[in-house]
Nanobody
């Protein structure tokens, strides 16, 4: 499984950005996909995940503003980010896991994902 990210960039607070993650060599063992983010000096944190049955979970900090989706036709994972805040500034990573994420909280999942995208920077300014 290979993940190649696109999107991101710079935007003013209140604006929107869309991140995409193309999934190559996708297999049926991939049961959970997610987006994580990391700022300098901090641990990578879970933002949103989507299970194979399309159920989703979000970190409280992005709930109602971010939407995670998966396009099964072209195996692309997306993160639509609206009403962006300065504190959303981070390097964003997509990730895939062979197995469900249901047993863990978002913050416990970071070490359980085996496949990662290359990362893309999102910068929100005032």
């Amino acid at each position: 499984v290979q993940l190649v990210q696109s999107g991101g960039g710079s935007v003013q607070a209140g604006g929107s950005l869309r991140l995409s993650c193309a999934i190559f060599e996708y297999t049926s063992s991939v049961a959970c996909l997610g987006w994580f983010r990391q700022t300098p000096g901090k641990k990578r944190e879970g933002v949103a995940i989507i299970e194979s049955d399309t159920s989703t979970r979000y970190d409280d900090s992005v709930k109602g503003r971010f939407t995670i989706t998966k396009d099964s036709a072209d195996n692309t994972l997306n993160l639509q980010m609206n009403s962006l805040k300065i504190e959303d500034t981070a390097m964003y990573y997509c990730a895939a896991r062979a197995g469900s994420c249901r047993r863990w909280t978002l913050q416990e999942l970071e070490n359980l994902f085996g496949y990662w995208g290359q990362g893309t920077q999102v910068t929100v300014s005032s």
